[in-house]
């Protein structure tokens, strides 16, 4: 019954979360193999803008991104996904050299092993060697002593931190690097809700199958008994925190329980578990957020419309 990802980290952030007021869940239950082929449904969806705005600035600058990184670069990706994107960071690595290595990091086994083999086909000359681990678990056992390393992290992953969170996280990406290695991340920014909703509450409702996935895996992996049809998928958007918030709301007074945590829980009519947090980036705030993390800011592109933003930042 239990999945194989049910470390005991994870249990005690269930259970904790599950009892907390209001409740919550962690973010890493999102990404199991469905969880992993709805996010990639999401990306395809016209109101979900972050994909393609920051395909499109990686399209207009990898070469200029990767001359700004140094020669002989290796290319290390957290939470890398499809690894889709990068395909264009890729292109313009073998563009200026013979061959070239790509580390995909991410929990999803699924994910890395379809990113695996589209790589492949597209770049016969690419070395890849995909690590199934958490992000820094990933970066601890890279081996030193390679060339210089370029850490990419897309999406705007780390805006699923809040501030002091990705400050600390960033802070722990850089400690496992060698002093003139680089990171290029990318950051969502703040912008009108009435564009921010739609992309985490689309007309299909990918989104809200996603969300809901989180209580499909609890009954699938640790006999949760979830009636999905009992809750309702919430996106919000805190103009306070600058963030957009998936919540999970019950439509009924409902009793679960989490037979692999031997836990049960009372929920009331309209009571929600709070999913995930998108923060989006206000003007200088993720430049504070690197330069915190000790991250040196070299160069930023953005798009026209100034909603997404790529930075190269060096260690
Ligand atoms: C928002 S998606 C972004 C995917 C891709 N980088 C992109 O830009 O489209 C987040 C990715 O990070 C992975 N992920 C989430 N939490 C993780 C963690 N703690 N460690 C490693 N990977 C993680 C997920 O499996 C997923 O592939």
New binding site residues.
């Given amino acids: 019954m239990p999945g194989p990802q049910m470390t005991s980290n994870l249990m005690d952030e269930v259970r904790t979360g599950l009892l907390a007021n209001p409740r919550r869940l962690p ?2 239950l ?2 199991d193999a469905e ?2 082929a709805l ?1 990639e449904r999401i ?1 395809e969806l016209p109101e979900y803008y ?2 393609r705005t ?1 395909r499109d600035i990686l399209e207009r600058h990898a070469a200029d991104m990767l001359q700004e990184a140094g020669t002989d670069l290796e290319l290390v ?10 395909h264009l960071l890729i292109h313009a690595l073998l563009s200026r050299q013979p061959d070239g290595s790509y580390v995909p ?4 086994a699924t ?1 890395l092993k379809h990113a695996k083999s589209a790589l492949l086909e597209a770049f016969p000359r690419l070395e890849v060697r995909p690590i199934h ?6 970066l601890a056992s890279l081996n030193h002593g390679h060339a210089r390393r370029l850490v ?6 780390i805006g ?1 931190f809040d501030p002091a969170q990705a400050t600390s996280f960033l802070r722990s990406v850089r400690a496992a690097l060698q002093p003139g290695d680089a990171l290029l991340i ?1 950051m969502d920014l703040a912008k009108a809700p009435t564009i921010l909703i739609p992309a985490y509450d689309d007309a299909l409702g990918v989104t809200a199958l996603f969300n809901l996935n989180v209580l499909a895996r609890l009954n699938r992996d640790w006999g949760a008994d979830f009636q999905l049809e009992g809750f309702h998928h919430v996106a919000l958007w805190n103009a306070v925190e600058s963030r957009m918030e998936m919540h999970l709301e019950s439509q009924a007074r409902q009793f679960v329980r989490v037979a692999a945590l031997d836990l049960e829980i009372a929920l009331s009519v309209g009571e929600r578990i709070h999913t995930e947090n998108s923060y989006k980036f206000r003007p200088g705030v993720g430049e504070a957020i690197l330069h915190d993390a000790g991250w040196l800011l070299e160069r930023t592109w953005t798009d026209e419309q100034k909603w997404f933003a790529v930075h190269l930042a060096r260690c």
């Fill in positions: 973010p890493a999102f990404y969880g992993s996010f990306t972050p994909t920051e990706e957290l939470g890398s996904g499809s690894s889709t994107k990068t990091i991410d929990v999803s994910a681990a958490d992000y820094l678990g990933g990419i992290f897309l999406g705007s992953t699923n990318g």
